[in-house]
């Protein structure tokens, strides 16, 4: 079977977030089950360049205000479709936003853009290539499905999933002729949205199954207070709705072989990360200590409950811990981040900006991490904790909830937890966490127990890639006529 996937970040090719990891690490994991991916990517300038020469497979004179070509290319064993377009992805700053983080003015276009190419790529403008299916991932990529189903194979099945329904994309009415659909495409059963159009909106209105990132989250997406406006069109539409939790790619994230990591472990020896701890103690400028080395890897922004942290920092140094944290974001947090570090020298350090070698040396190094955020469709960050051996502390919702087993009495008792979890959104559950940790790993034994149970858990794509695939044939099933 050929999947079409369609997304605006893929690991390694460019990545703000775990969208890039689902999406590059998904083709391999659904190759054993007969499903060969082929991924239309924008062509930014690291996309481009990660391609190097590339076959030209079909061109679009006039692609929103510019020409563009597509180009396929395969790296290693991932197949791609590059729309070169130099005015929509050709530029400096990041690929969403401009340097100063203000989002670019034309997003709305230039996501248009990448799904009426890939709707086309459905369509049949690479000659010799014929999808069976179409995947669509977050809003940048969902307009393809309506372009699809306004198109000349519109009875090709496709999938859109949710990776967070925080972003949805949309804009006004008056710009709808702008974007080539058909003019009844604008109705409530389309693409129109409170008036406007709504992207991803549309993906899910247009999709033959939707996906999201864990069960829980496909659970509270149908609430008024996690469905973002969405939840009265997910709930017409559950029936369709699947949660299928994210895996990882245990290959790239093994602190047995981890190139990134300075001494490699395993479960069975975990005495080796004590110097990877130094490693991160050196890096963020933390003196060393009895008590446990927390971390943040993250987007500082109020979805992560990353403020509700940085007014608990005091308590957690008062209770003898100290903490790292790597990540930018939400200019308010970052400047609370660093306050920190200046009241608590030695014991907090903050370094900001993406460093993805950095962020596997972290979660080698450091004891615990945390993850107090308000919603979550999935996490990674607790994923690769877990099979690093640092303890996880989250908040209970969506995917957090459905991956770390809180470390109450019983569990341990049991040997099942792998790490603490509060409730969402309270500095008080947040404190409380915080202090229960430090307790935890006072006691060594318990403590290296909850890190064992963690690493030998399995979160690898294995199961969760036979649901996509066995999302694909139902749907392709469905679709073939009788
Ligand atoms: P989200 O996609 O909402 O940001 P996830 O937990 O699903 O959250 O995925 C975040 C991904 O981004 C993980 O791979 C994490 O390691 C990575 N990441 C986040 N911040 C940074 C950073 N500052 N440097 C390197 N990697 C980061």
């Known amino acids: 079977m050929h999947v079409l996937a369609v997304a605006s970040e893929m690991h390694p090719f460019i990545k703000t977030g775990g969208l890039a990891d689902v999406v590059g690490a998904l083709p391999a994991?659904?190759?054993?089950?007969?499903?060969?991916?082929?991924?239309?990517?924008?062509?930014y300038p690291a996309v481009l360049a990660a391609i190097g020469a590339a076959e030209a497979v079909a061109h679009y004179p006039d692609l929103f205000g510019g020409p563009a070509r597509l180009l396929r290319a395969s790296v290693g064993s991932t197949r791609l479709l590059v729309v070169d377009a130099a005015h929509h992805f050709q530029?400096?700053?990041?690929?969403?936003?401009?340097?100063?983080?203000?989002?670019?003015?034309?997003?709305?276009?230039?996501?248009?853009?990448?799904?009426?190419?890939?709707?086309?790529?459905?369509?049949?403008?690479?000659?010799?290539?014929?999808?069976?299916?179409?995947?669509?991932?977050?809003w940048q990529a969902a307009l393809t499905l309506a372009y699809l189903r306004h198109g000349p194979r519109a009875d090709l099945p496709a999938v859109m999933t949710i990776h967070n329904l925080a972003f949805q994309g949309g804009i006004d009415a008056g710009l709808f002729p702008q974007l080539g659909l058909p003019a009844s495409a604008f109705a409530v059963d389309g693409v129109e949205y409170y008036g406007g159009v709504g992207y991803l909106k549309a993906g899910l209105f247009y999709a033959d199954a939707i996906t999201t990132v864990s069960p829980a989250y496909a659970d509270e997406i149908l609430t008024p207070s996690h469905g973002m406006g969405l939840d009265g069109l997910l709930g017409d539409r559950r029936g369709r709705l699947h949660g299928i939790l994210n895996g990882i790619d245990t290959a790239e994230w093994d602190p047995a072989s981890d190139l990134a990591v300075p001494v490699h472990f395993d479960a069975h020896d975990l005495a080796a990360r004590a110097r990877n701890r130094e490693h991160v103690e050196q890096r963020f400028g933390i003196a060393s200590g009895d008590g446990p080395l927390f971390a943040v890897v993250s987007r500082l922004t109020w979805q992560k409950g990353l403020d509700i942290l940085a007014a608990t920092i005091d308590d957690l140094v008062a209770m003898g811990g100290r903490l790292a944290v790597l990540g930018s974001g939400d200019p308010a947090i970052e400047a609370a981040m660093f306050d920190a570090a200046a009241r608590h020298p030695g014991k907090v350090g903050v370094l900001t900006g993406f460093d993805e070698p950095l962020s596997h040396r972290v979660q080698a190094g450091a004891d615990a991490i945390l993850i107090p955020s308000r919603f979550e469709p999935c996490g990674l960050t607790q994923l690769y904790a877990l099979r690093y051996g640092c303890v996880p502390v989250v908040a209970h919702t969506g995917g957090l909830g459905d991956t770390v087993i809180d470390a109450n009495q019983a569990a341990v008792a049991a040997g099942v937890a792998t790490g603490v979890v509060h409730d969402p959104g309270s500095q008080e559950a947040l404190r409380s966490a915080i202090h229960r940790t430090v307790t935890l790993y006072a006691q060594r034994d318990v403590w290296t127990a909850m890190q064992r149970a963690g690493m030998e858990a399995d979160f690898s794509w294995r199961q969760s890639a036979a649901r996509y695939a066995d999302l694909y044939q139902s749907l392709l099933q469905e679709r073939t006529p009788a």
């Open 29 to 43: 994991a659904l190759a054993p089950f007969g499903v060969t991916v082929t991924t239309v990517l924008p062509g």
């Open 91 to 138: 530029r400096g700053g990041g690929i969403y936003s401009e340097a100063s983080g203000r989002e670019w003015g034309d997003n709305w276009r230039r996501f248009a853009a990448l799904s009426a190419v890939a709707a086309s790529v459905a369509a049949g403008a690479v000659a010799d290539y014929r999808p069976d299916l179409v995947h669509a991932h977050d």
